[in-house]
């Protein structure tokens, strides 16, 4: 139910993936949702909060883009 992004389960030679523990997905109620967890907040979807994911969104980590899919 809670998968850990970050560097070395996404991509290990990116160093603008800045923290061990760089966004959290979590599925609540049949919904994926994801939290920023990096120290220098370098995670984007444009929300200031935990925001549910749909299929298709897309994802920055670092310098990195990422489509979200179900």
């Not at 389960?9 to 949702?33: F, M, R, V, Y």
């Not at 990096?38 to 979807?45: I, L």
């Amino acid at each position: 139910n809670e998968v850990m992004l970050n560097r070395d389960n996404t991509d290990p030679k990116n160093k603008t993936i800045t923290s061990h523990e760089q966004a959290c997905l979590t599925l609540n109620n049949g919904a994926w949702c994801i939290e920023d967890k990096s120290e220098y907040k370098t995670t984007f979807v444009q929300a200031s909060r935990k925001t549910e994911l749909q299929s298709g969104d897309l994802i920055l980590l670092g310098d990195q883009m990422y489509r979200f899919e179900l």
